[in-house]
């Protein structure tokens, strides 16, 4: 029997399981489950005889597709992929796909849970500030960039993005206007959230020259990844600007000399928390179920990202 794994380090809710669950058995397959494994051998294992694998952030390197000799086809329940190494993917000739958006609407609010928090003093008493009228930039306007927009909307926020891959028409129609370079959104908005996938070209990105350009009182917000922010310019950044504050739930590999540094001024949340919903697990889940059982069953590729150009 067709057998798919659920291989989560970070569960989805149940709720979510047992949608997959349906719609793998429903098509005749098998479905097993391994969740918060403590140990490589453990995902090493369990993929061995698995058709087809549904995973989170977790790591799927070339080891894991040497082991998984049965494998056909990983389904990434979320949007970013820089988890899994493409490369050895289409080596072993597993197909690869994401859900994009499925998951969007749960990482935009938590942008605004962060913002909240953050503009009133990590909720110390002290007086803090309000969204509305604030400027507000959106790095890259996919999935989540498009959320982030139609929230703030409601908070009465000043939309800007930059996106060199959007068509600009698709801010206008949202109200949100287009600027023409990342260092024009950094030096006009105040506050600035990051939705950039981590690639050879964003890695390191948010850099000293840019963080620099914000006006006083500038908020960062990263729900996107760690790697798209060089650590060093963030440490200068917080040594050099007392108005600079950056809120997270990608915890930066200095987070505990930030939490200590800055407590005022620094915020992580304890875990990556941003799609971690139950509406955001059974949309992700139950999208990569059904991505796994068309294209096995019908050879549908529609979401496929390793398109040999790795
Ligand atoms: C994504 O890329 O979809 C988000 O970062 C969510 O990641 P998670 O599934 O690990 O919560």
Not at 27 to 42: H, I, N, P, R, V
Not at 212 to 226: D, E, F, H, Q, W
Not at 249 to 260: G, H, N, Q, S
């Amino acid at each position: 029997m067709t057998k798919v794994l659920i291989a989560t380090d970070k569960p989805f809710a149940p709720v979510a399981v047992k949608g997959i669950r349906q719609v793998v058995e429903d098509a005749g397959m098998e479905l097993a489950l391994l969740e918060k494994y403590t140990g490589k051998d453990q995902l090493l294992d369990a993929v061995k005889d698995a058709d087809a694998l549904i995973i989170r952030s977790d790591i799927i390197d070339a080891e894991v597709f040497d082991a998984a000799r049965q494998l056909k086809i990983v389904v990434r329940a979320g949007a970013g992929y820089d988890n899994v190494d493409l490369r050895a993917a289409t080596a072993h000739g597993v197909c690869v796909m994401n859900t994009p958006g499925q998951n969007a609407n749960a990482v935009a609010e938590l942008v605004f849970g962060l913002l909240v928090y953050g503009l009133r003093g990590f909720f110390s008493g002290a007086s803090g500030a309000e969204l509305k009228g604030k400027k507000l930039g959106i790095l890259a306007y996919g999935n989540v960039g498009r959320n982030v927009a139609r929230i703030a909307r409601g908070f009465g926020m000043e939309i800007y993005a930059f996106d060199p891959y959007a068509p600009a028409q698709l801010m206008e129609s949202d109200n949100v206007q287009a600027v023409a370079s990342v260092e024009e959104l950094f030096s006009t908005c105040r506050i600035v959230s990051l939705h950039i996938p981590a690639t050879a070209e964003t890695k390191n990105s948010i850099n000293h020259a840019l963080l620099s350009l914000m006006p006083p009182g500038a908020i960062v917000v990263n729900t996107a990844r760690k790697e798209v922010v060089d650590e060093a310019s963030l440490a200068g950044i917080f040594d050099k600007r007392p108005d600079f504050k950056y809120l997270t739930d990608v915890k930066p590999d200095i987070a505990a000399e930030l939490a200590a540094r800055y407590p005022d001024r620094y915020f992580a949340t304890p875990k990556k928390t941003g799609a971690q919903t139950a509406e955001a697990n059974i949309n992700a889940g139950i999208a990569a179920a059904r991505q796994i059982v068309d294209f096995l069953c019908n050879g549908n590729t529609q979401f496929k990202v390793n398109n040999g150009d790795v």
